[in-house]
């Protein structure tokens, strides 16, 4: 009868571990759920987003629980969770600003600024909407969920449950994402301003050469005119160029190259 009693005190002992465990891992997720791209959009309903968030934790607590150890002071451990999380996920969610940067960019030197514009709750110009829903739904389809499992198992290997990180090491880190975005931003719309720039020389060219010509008249068609076929050549590949980095990210979303 004491053997029983000793052993259901054991088990009773691991449930408790497998508790915290599982609930400690539910705030990371939820964490980096509530802004990651795709899964923590505005329209997604928040009850799906809470079986997204249990449907995540069920794959990840029981792959990090054997290496979770000892928690102290699970408040504590739980805040830091929930910050990790969030870290987490708005290093994702930075790939989605840089796609609306570069349309904003777009916007200044086209005259899509209107177009397709008031489809999300986010307001954003011009192609923003296009890029942003195409990316997320190429995101998703080249395996999001998956990647975004195996990046919050890795996360458990740099950054340990319950111990917060170096705020140095954070803060590099951090910067290192906001450098990356800005720059993935400028290179996603340098076709659009480089083609910009050679359009309004050649529009000034031209009002040198007839200043009786209506430049305005005729140019402002034509700027519509060849930011749609350069929008047909270009976004396909600009989506190509932003999975590449949004995949590269996945596989290595702590390394911080100098």
């Given at each position: 009868m004491i053997e029983i009693f000793t052993q259901l005190a054991e088990f009773n002992g691991i449930g408790q571990e497998w508790f915290l465990s599982a609930v400690l891992v539910f705030l990371r997720v939820g964490g980096a759920l509530s802004v990651m791209p795709a899964f923590g959009e505005q329209v997604v309903p928040r009850r799906v987003r809470l079986v997204l968030v249990l449907a995540f934790t069920a794959i990840v607590a029981p792959a990090v629980a054997p290496d979770m150890g000892l928690i102290e002071g699970p408040l504590r451990?739980?805040?830091?969770?929930?910050l990790i999380g969030l870290a987490i996920g708005i290093?994702?969610?930075l790939f989605i600003f840089a796609l609306q940067i570069a349309a904003s960019i777009i916007a200044q030197v086209t005259s899509l600024s209107q177009l397709f514009g008031g489809a999300t709750p986010d307001p954003q110009p011009a192609i923003g909407n296009l890029l942003v829903v195409s990316s997320l739904?190429?995101?998703?389809?080249?395996?999001?969920?998956?990647k975004a499992a195996s990046l919050l198992i890795l996360s458990y290997t740099i950054l340990p449950a319950g111990h917060f990180p170096g705020t140095a090491d954070m803060a590099d880190w951090g910067l290192h994402q906001i450098v990356s975005a800005f720059s993935l931003a400028f290179a996603l719309a340098a076709p659009f301003v480089i083609g910009s720039v050679l359009y309004n020389v050649a529009l000034g060219i031209i009002?040198?050469?007839m200043p009786q010509l209506s430049v305005a008249m005729v140019g402002a068609p034509l700027l519509t005119a060849m930011s749609l076929g350069l929008m047909v050549v270009v976004v396909?590949?600009?989506?190509a160029v932003w999975l590449g980095s949004f995949d590269a990210f996945l596989a290595a979303p702590f390394q911080v190259t100098p």
């Open positions: 451990a739980g805040l830091i969770e929930v290093s994702m969610r739904a190429l995101a998703v389809l080249a395996g999001l969920h998956v009002n040198k050469s396909p590949l600009m989506l």
